[in-house]
């Protein structure tokens, strides 16, 4: 790269943002890909090692009182990737996408009213797993995590993950996932858009744990899911939607493949997540499992046919709507109140996930507010909130979102990918 071109970098706004730009342009030089690749890894690093000395600062929950203190318990989440609910036969869809959850209904808990208020993983998950929210939404920076209240409930704590880890856009999610007493990263992967890694790889280290002598466990797998490129997502036994049969009408000849590869992902997804409450389920414990998705995507859904990813720009519901379901063990159930049939319709955000989790384990606090638990008595509803919370007037509520066919397709490629983590 010669002297003229370099002074054009350096004429960037900051020094960072030259540095940034020159380094993604000489990335693919193969000379330069391990020096900048390791530049990098060491500034992300730096980055998350600051998170993590700043959780370490933040005080622990005020009067935290379990009711299943001194018992036997292992508690699972699930956290989906890019699932539309709608697209899932659980849920309504013609579509046999979700035979497995679908023979086992009746063992389920399945709320149907639930979105996201982000449409990407990283800003969704800040606010799943944390107390903020669209109007308080930096309180993950100073306020327990979800594996920070476990940990103090007295649970070992277990993070699995087949998406990607310290990249520039997942620095948030790995420390996350350091808070942590175990990891099993799954996925090395430059470029998870453009490589098939299938998410059953989560089943050998979820055996392991599941195996060892901790008599509390707090287990998070974190799904790749239907990820685009969704042809990736599943192996070649999951290719099973392959004609338009139970396809929209609008759906045309070119966005069929695509189309039928989504629901394909879908049907894998249920065999993954089925798997993991079978796998749960075999060790009879005293527990639950809850699968929600971080958010939905758009694929050429009926209402709204040529959108393809995720906008916030532009939302709609396919990119919100999330499907959320507890399974729970025959013991667990014995001990407390388990119909939440009155709960099921609720219309809830996952912003306030932590309160719900919390009333779902036994846990109270002074910070737990029983209002924002999709499962309380004293559940109150509130505006589903979504948009950029750094930008509150963008904000509204989900139940604005109207169909409409823009004029243009919105097709977010490396745009969706950059937001997706």
Known sequence: ???????????????????????????????WQLLVGYHQY????ENMEGLLASQERIPPLEHLVDAHAGQPATLVLVIGESTNRQRQSLYGYPRPTTPNLDKMRSELQVFDNVVTPRPYTIEALEQVLTFADQEHPDLYLTTPSLISLMKQAGYKTYWITNQQTITKRNTMLTTFSKQADEQFYLNNNRDQNLTSKYDGDVFEPFAQLLAEDA?????????????????????EEFNRFT????????????????????????????????SLIERLRATDPNGFLLYLSDHGEAVF??????????????????????????????????????????????????????????DLAGLRFDEFDPSKSLVNAEFKA????????????????????????????????????????
């Open 1 to 31: 790269m010669g002297y003229e071109a370099t002074r054009q970098y350096f004429k960037r706004p900051d020094l960072q943002t030259a540095i940034d730009e020159f380094e993604e342009n000489i990335e693919a030089a193969s000379p």
């Open 42 to 45: 060491r500034r992300q690093l």
């Open 215 to 235: 008599p509390r466990k707090f287990v998070i797998v974190h799904l790749l899911g239907t990820h685009m490129r969704y042809h990736y997502r599943y192996p």
């Open 243 to 274: 004609d338009r049969t139970g396809v929209p009408a609008n759906v045309t000849d070119d966005q069929l493949p695509t189309y039928n590869s989504y629901d394909n992902a879908v049907l894998y997804n249920d065999y993954v997540v089925s």
């Open 301 to 358: 859904d009926a209402a709204n046919p040529d959108i393809l990813g995720r906008n916030e720009e532009a939302p709609t519901g396919p990119m919100y709507t999330v499907p959320f379901i507890v399974w729970s063990s025959p013991r667990w159930q014995a001990q407390q109140a388990w119909d939440f049939s009155a709960s099921l319709h609720r219309p809830y955000s996952s912003s306030h996930f932590i309160h719900t989790w919390a």
């Open 382 to 421: 509130r505006p589903l909130l979504i948009g950029n919370p750094q930008h509150p007037k963008s904000l509204i509520d989900f139940s604005l979102i109207k169909p409409k066919k823009p004029k243009e397709l919105v097709q977010q490629k490396r745009e969706t990918e950059d937001r997706t983590l």
